[in-house]
């Protein structure tokens, strides 16, 4: 567990600091300089520890059109910038969240409430089979080891109420709503780690870098027709 927040952390940190080198180097040195170092640190860690005997993994149809898609967003990035399509400008050092309470007295509010409500009926079967394919992997896990069940999907009700509470919450902050990601799953699914703590620091992580200024400015310099594929993806 402790191994599984440390390589999330250092994952994010990464990411921040490269977005943050590109606002002073070239974007292709940066990315040179950030695979030499993958490779330099990344081949003897999985020579140590025995992970190259599943390297065939790779070659799977479904992890090389993944791989495809996710190269084709990071091109067309690099592609945008001697087009003149990317202006980086760093504007923030720190940001604070701006809240935003809901306006019930405004005529379109019961056009927003049941137009955006039907939205429910999306993410509620999209929560519930998250929740039975992770209670699966777990479970699958535990039987490997030897050890009881968890049974994870008796949950789902608690689990939508969550969500519900969560929601709300977050609307009358002016935020989104929050929805279920498949990648998480998948991260958990090749890592095998569903270490609670593991998520949370992740989580925790994740927030503190939404302060971080430039990170926000960089992302917003991404041009709309890499944002509109990556959406699509």
């Given at each position: 567990?402790?191994?599984?927040?440390?390589?999330?952390?250092?994952?994010?940190?990464?990411?921040?600091?490269?977005?943050?080198?590109?606002?002073?180097?070239?974007?292709?040195?940066?990315l040179?300089?950030?695979?030499?170092?993958?490779?330099?640190?990344?081949?003897?860690?999985?020579?140590?520890?025995?992970?190259?005997?599943?390297?065939?993994?790779?070659?799977?149809?479904?992890?090389?059109?993944?791989?495809?898609?996710?190269?084709?967003?990071?091109a067309g990035?690099?592609?945008?910038?001697?087009?003149?399509l990317?202006?980086?400008?760093?504007?923030?050092?720190?940001?604070?969240?701006?809240?935003?309470?809901?306006?019930?007295?405004?005529?379109?509010?019961?056009?927003?409430v049941?137009?955006?409500?039907?939205?429910?009926?999306?993410?509620?079967?999209?929560?519930?089979?998250?929740?039975?394919?992770?209670?699966?992997?777990?479970?699958?896990?535990?039987?490997?080891?030897?050890?009881?069940?968890?049974?994870?999907?008796?949950?789902?009700?608690?689990?939508?109420?969550?969500?519900?509470?969560?929601?709300?919450?977050?609307?009358?902050?002016?935020?989104?709503?929050?929805?279920?990601?498949?990648?998480?799953?998948?991260?958990?699914?090749?890592?095998?780690?569903?270490?609670?703590?593991?998520?949370?620091?992740?989580?925790?992580?994740?927030?503190?870098?939404?302060?971080?200024?430039?990170?926000?400015?960089?992302?917003?310099s991404?041009?709309?027709?890499?944002?509109?594929?990556?959406?699509?993806?």
């Open positions: 567990d402790r191994l599984m927040v440390l390589a999330m952390g250092c994952f994010l940190a990464n990411d921040s600091v490269l977005k943050l080198a590109m606002s002073s180097i070239p974007p292709l040195e940066a040179f300089l950030r695979a030499l170092l993958a490779v330099l640190l990344g081949v003897p860690m999985m020579l140590f520890s025995g992970v190259l005997k599943r390297a065939p993994m790779m070659f799977r149809p479904s992890v090389l059109l993944r791989n495809v898609f996710e190269l084709a967003a990071a990035y690099i592609i945008a910038i001697p087009l003149g990317v202006n980086i400008q760093i504007e923030h050092t720190l940001l604070l969240p701006k809240l935003q309470f809901p306006a019930f007295n405004d005529p379109l509010t019961l056009t927003a049941f137009g955006i409500g039907v939205m429910a009926i999306a993410t509620i079967p999209e929560s519930t089979a998250h929740l039975y394919q992770i209670s699966l992997y777990v479970d699958h896990l535990a039987m490997e080891q030897g050890r009881e069940k968890f049974n994870l999907s008796e949950y789902i009700g608690l689990n939508l109420v969550l969500d519900g509470f969560d929601d709300i919450f977050n609307g009358l902050l002016g935020s989104i709503a929050g929805t279920n990601y498949g990648e998480n799953n998948s991260l958990m699914v090749s890592t095998r780690n569903y270490s609670a703590p593991a998520l949370i620091t992740a989580g925790v992580i994740a927030i503190l870098l939404a302060f971080v200024g430039p990170l926000a400015d960089i992302v917003q991404m041009p709309s027709a890499v944002g509109g594929g990556l959406s699509i993806y």
